[in-house]
């Protein structure tokens, strides 16, 4: 099996600027100032409810974003440092709900989910949960219906109440691609 690569997340203390937009009028990302610096945190192209975690936060709140280092960019240096934004973890000096490991998800795949460009990009368990692996993710661990599944990472509820969106950091103890 080989060995994944190892990357380092930081926890980075700023005030809240705002968010960016994407050229499709979505968020593709937010901004914070940090000591006098901008820094940037770009969100995941699959994670559609990224920004959700900035409903209400008002522009120079106080934050704790978690990022890793973004590679860099073929079309050439920014202007600040920009980071692959992983959660908002702390907002006015309090942590932000649904921001925790709520515990790993557990259960047996009952159907897997697909992107909207038809890749399989998770799992949904008999417990509710949504186990969200992205493709690249969901083709290393080619999981399929009555597996089972425990999962690990950042969550929140999903939609209608039943279950949690996992953001699977590791699934049955190995660790994800990109993730560790």
């Not at 969550?155 to 996992?166: D, E």
Request: hydrophobic share 35%; proline share 8%.
């Amino acid at each position: 099996m080989p060995h994944e690569e190892m990357i380092d997340v930081y926890a980075v203390e700023g005030r809240f600027l705002h968010l960016v937009y994407s050229p499709r009028g979505g968020y593709e990302g937010v901004l914070i100032e940090t000591d006098g610096v901008p820094t940037q945190f770009v969100f995941d192209k699959h994670d559609e409810t990224a920004a959700q975690a900035f409903d209400g936060i008002a522009p120079g709140t106080r934050l704790t974003v978690e990022g890793s280092l973004r590679p860099a960019s073929p079309k050439g240096d920014g202007e600040h440092v920009v980071y692959d934004f992983h959660r908002l973890s702390e907002a006015g000096g309090k942590p932000v709900a649904g921001a925790e490991h709520d515990g790993p998800a557990k259960g047996r795949v009952v159907r897997v989910n697909h992107a909207k460009h038809g890749a399989p990009n998770g799992v949904v368990l008999d417990s509710g949960d949504f186990v969200h692996l992205k493709p690249e993710g969901f083709a290393h661990l080619k999981l399929k219906v009555g597996d089972a599944v425990e999962a690990d990472g950042p969550s929140h509820p999903l939609a209608g109440g039943r279950g949690r969106v996992i953001e699977a950091e590791t699934v049955n103890g190995h660790p994800l691609p990109g993730k560790h």
